[in-house]
């Protein structure tokens, strides 16, 4: 799908500005969108501890990733429901080798 056509939320996290990326206990990030809900989407972090989670949520950076304003959202995370959840479980499989 062309850029110009991905929902404004997808637009906003692919030119996102990274501040999370360089903070102590931070893995990565996904954004889900649902196949059967449209306009439903799901972000998952994760993190290696919950206090780095939230020595993140406290930060200077965290605060600016969020009054960024962004075509056709206004501040991020400014609109929806906020639930937090803790992994209980994490199953991953390995990667195939390459030929």
């Known amino acids: 799908m062309p850029i110009s056509e ?3 939320l997808e637009q906003a996290f692919r030119g996102r500005a990274h501040l ?3 903070h102590v206990g931070y893995r ?5 969108r649902s196949i059967r809900d449209d306009g439903r989407y799901v972000l998952l972090t994760r ?3 919950q206090e780095d989670f939230r020595a993140y949520m406290k930060s200077g950076d965290h ?3 969020h009054e960024r304003a962004h075509a056709g959202l206004g501040p991020v995370g400014g609109g929806g429901k906020l639930e937090q959840l803790y992994s209980v479980i994490l199953e991953r499989a390995d990667e195939p080798a390459e030929p």
């Open 6 to 8: 991905m929902p404004a």
């Open 20 to 22: 999370v990326d360089r």
């Open 28 to 32: 990565g990030l996904e954004l889900l």
């Open 47 to 49: 993190w290696r501890s």
């Open 63 to 65: 605060q600016r990733a």
